[in-house]
């Protein structure tokens, strides 16, 4: 019998920020893996590993790339992390892409608040409460109906399906953790006349980015994973009861994940390459991670790809409640299409309630562990006054038919032991009194059902009382239907790009899983394939008509025709930021009937850096877009302007950016524009749009965002739009550095350094000595407040100085040495020229010897460091998230013993130099970068 599983995990307390333990974190590995993208030529791989072989740099090939269409090159695996250095100057190496890794996908957590939660746990009052992460719980036939037709109605699928739309003709790939297609729901087969035709397993079940053992092959099946088989499964399914999205188009499924742990960007870079090559119209990656800039490997080759005249689809990312400017991998691609998700009116929500025959007519909630097996089952109640000591079966009878109520309190023992105990007696059902309030979960213990009591329940429940435990599945309305998801990534990109496209359903999808399994789950990993369905009935349509539409036009098509969505249920409340919503919900209805499109289908206004601030026109910027009319009529388009709310990245009074949901006001753009265009049939015209920014606090980086509508003056209900956004303050005065104690709470800012060892803190009055053997090293914990190009780690004299009013650098005046570590960038070479060579260009010369100066400041006169050398360096930093706990998403921390060159570290007194170059800077000024300086140490 097929199983549904919901997949939804609830806090069902209120979520604060969390603080991470920087006293248990570990150090930022060395990278040792990085795809080399080389220049054209003769049997360039053979020049390249000729010249690393006669450079006796030891490496493992991980992967060769060799697609002229969108990267030649390799991913190599070094066994020595201070070879790094050689790459750039490697004569057929024409860029360095450091090979970041992504963990893979996990259904969503959702959030209850606090007014949820109290109304949830009133005691005598029947309760819903939200299904737990793993419940198995056979949710009603009418429930996963309701949910589905909800799904295709909301997501206008089956507005499409009635237009005999079903994705016919249109081949869609996923590149994503494999799929199950042994699934009745996905056919049962791979292979010619199967669903799933086409595919690829890159990696074996073994592969995570700690082993990188690598076992490709042609079958892209997996069991251990689900993700995959529900994100194909939303738009393949081949049921009745659960129809696909697109259930006549052909699939395939790259593989790139194993069976546990992480996957690199290199594997996701030629999961897409491979779905290019076999010819994907349309390709779905619901998978990536936190990245800011649109230049990390995977989104340079998806934007190749959608270049060259395919679609790219993309998830926009979980990470809502970090707030406004983190953007996802490969989402930042340039053309490629993020999607957010939009929440459905209903949530499913678990019916635990408990009733007494001896107390007719009351119903007593309570909360069931994750897997919980005695649902629905009656039995007679039984207060265990000690289960600390030994529990006799005999006093009680058989323990099997009860159901044991114990304390929660530990004063005698703890509550491990008393369940321990009480399973030793062969007890089947325990239900725990939450004395003090302090637990959300019942514990899971092995061949014993647990559940949670309030003491307010557990005092009502007689003793020796028949009780039956009611665990009904089932749907509960919710007025967010509709509105974006409280978890959907917001942009924009660090380099100012608008991020998301678009949105769509995303919450709450029922799909198939492995082992003839379903699961309802949430994520934009589930609005991509809804929106990727969507363009595939598009497409088709098109191809009847015999149309080939480019991936900008399909795309505007698609985007133009969507309808903003507003921020919040309150009804006073405006629309979502456009870097939150794209250019709102699809409504393919609009999208097959369209007569006419404008592209950009988003206009990127930045930020206020480089723009005139005085005089007439101050702080203006221009845009033009391009109107198309697809039909054989001449037509007259009305132009409106439709603003949205305006964001704000930062907190009032602080560095730290905002976390959900952002502050927010109704200040708005000014747009000047021509009242009406006229298009002749089959034309187009430029429309010219100058944009004022709002006049509001730009310190706090307001985002402000909306639209321009287009309406045919024949027919009012013919209208299209397209999106701005920018930021009405200037990217580079945002602090990079956070100098607070915000995020720790521990009574000191960061950054600081410490002993690894014992976790002595160092400062001005206690100098440290440092072996660095083991780990007695030093470490160095610091965050991001915001996003850095270029960031980097040197060791200098502990004779250079920190200006304390102005926080610059100073050094005494000496000869350079010649002598001194290399100062000069390696692989950030060429950071400044990302954009330039971001769709392949020039090539980039490697071989600078460019100093890079730092914040050194002595009677205003710019000084050079003589640093003694790099200690780490990494390229295109996001910022740090304030919300979950976790370094590389909330924090960092640095350990030393040798320069990043791998050579060793005198004897000496030396001291950190910490420097991140700001938004727009010039990586050779000084100026543009922040600087934090550490106390002296000692090295013996």
Known sequence: MPRLFIILSFCLVACTLAVSSWSDSRAIPKTTQYALELADGHAPHDSLFQQLQSRDIPYTLTQSFNSPDLFVGAAIHLQNS?????????????????????????????????EQRNLAESSFTPSLYPLVSGTQA?????????????????????????????????????????????????????????????????????????????????????????????????????????????????????????????SGDDVLAMGLIRAYEDGADIINVS????????????????????????HVVTSAGNYGQQGLLYSNSPAGGIGVTPVAALD?????????????????????????????????????????????????????????????????????????????????????????????????????????????????????????????????????????????AQYSSMGPSADGYGKPAVSAIGSNIPTPAPNNSYMIQSGTSFSAPVYASLLALLLEKHAIDDVHLSPEQARAIMVNSAQSVRLAVDADDGDAFTVLQGNGRTNIARALAASAYATPDIVNLNDTWGADSTGAGAGE??????????SQKRTTYTLAH???????????????PSTYLPPYSNDTATVKMAHSVSVEPLSSVDVDIVFTPPQCSDHRLPIYSGFIEFTDAQDVNNTLHISYNGIAGNLSQMTILDNTDDFFQQGFPVPFTYRSSDRTMLNDTNTLTFSLEDDDRPALVYRLAGPSPYLRIDLVGADTERN????????????????????????????????????????????????????????SSTLTINTLGILYEELGVSRNGFKGSGQGSSFYRYDMNTFADGA???????????????????????ADYESWLSDAFKVI
């Open 642 to 656: 439709h603003p949205a709310l305006t964001g704000y990245v930062l907190e009032e009074g602080t560095i730290q």
């Open 82 to 114: 201070d070879h790094s250095y050689h790459l750039p100057s490697l004569e057929s190496v024409k860029h360095v892409y450091p090979i970041n890794s992504f963990d893979s996908p996990n259904a969503f957590t959702e959030v209850v608040n606090t």
């Open 344 to 484: 459905l009116p209903y949530v499913p929500v678990l019916n635990a309630s408990l009733t007494v025959a001896e107390l007719p007519g009351e119903r007593f909630p309570y909360i069931p562990e994750e897997v919980f097996g005695a649902g629905n089952e009656t039995r007679r109640s039984y207060v265990v006054d000690d289960a600390c000591g030994g529990v006799s079966a005999a006093e009680m009878g058989s323990l099997d038919d009860l159901a044991l109520i114990i304390d929660s309190s530990t004063d005698e023992c703890d509550l491990s032991t008393k369940l321990a105990n009480l399973k030793t007696a062969n007890a089947s059902l325990v239900l725990i009194t939450d004395t003090h309030s302090n637990l959300t979960q019942a514990p899971h213990v092995g061949g014993l059902d647990t559940a949670l009591l309030r003491t307010s329940v557990a005092s009502a429940i007689p003793h020796n009382g028949t009780l039956t435990l009611h665990y009904t599945p089932q749907l509960t309305h919710i007025p967010r239907g509709g509105l974006v």
């Open 904 to 926: 060793p570290i005198p004897t000496g007194e030396y001291k950190f130099l910490l420097r991140a170059l700001k938004v727009h800077g010039d990586e050779h000024d000084s």
């Open 804 to 859: 304390r009013t102005t926080s610059s650098i100073t050094i005494p005046a000496q000869e350079s040495n010649n002598n001194s570590r290399r100062t000069s960038r390696s692989l950030a070479d060429g950071v400044m020229g990302w954009m330039a060579d971001l769709l392949g260009g020039t090539n980039i010369n490697t071989n600078t010897n460019t100093h890079v100066d730092s914040d050194v400041k002595n009677n």
């Open 138 to 262: 056979q949710p009603s036939f009418y429930a996963v109906q309701t949910l589905s037709q909800s799904v295709l109605d909301m997501s206008g699928l089956a507005y499409a399906h009635a237009q005999n739309l079903t994705g016919s003709g249109i081949f869609i790939a996923f590149v994503d953790d494999g799929v199950d297609y042994s699934h009745p729901a996905l056919g049962g087969c791979f292979g010619a006349g199967c669903p799933i035709s086409r595919g690829w397993d890159l990696v074996g079940d073994a592969y995570n980015t700690t082993n990188n053992i690598l076992n490709p092959g042609p079958l892209p099946i997996t069991t251990c994973k689900s993700h995959g088989t529900s994100t194909l499964g939303f738009a393949a399914s081949q049921l009745r009861e659960l129809p696909g999205g697109a259930p006549n188009a052909t699939y395939g499924m790259y593989r790139i994940f194993g069976c546990h742990g992480s």
């Open 287 to 310: 998978a990536g991670g936190p990245d800011g800039w649109t230049t990390s490997l995977p989104s340079v080759v998806a934007s190749r790809i959608v270049q060259r005249g395919r």
């Open 621 to 630: 910027k221009s845009a033009q877009v391009q109107l198309v009319n697809l």
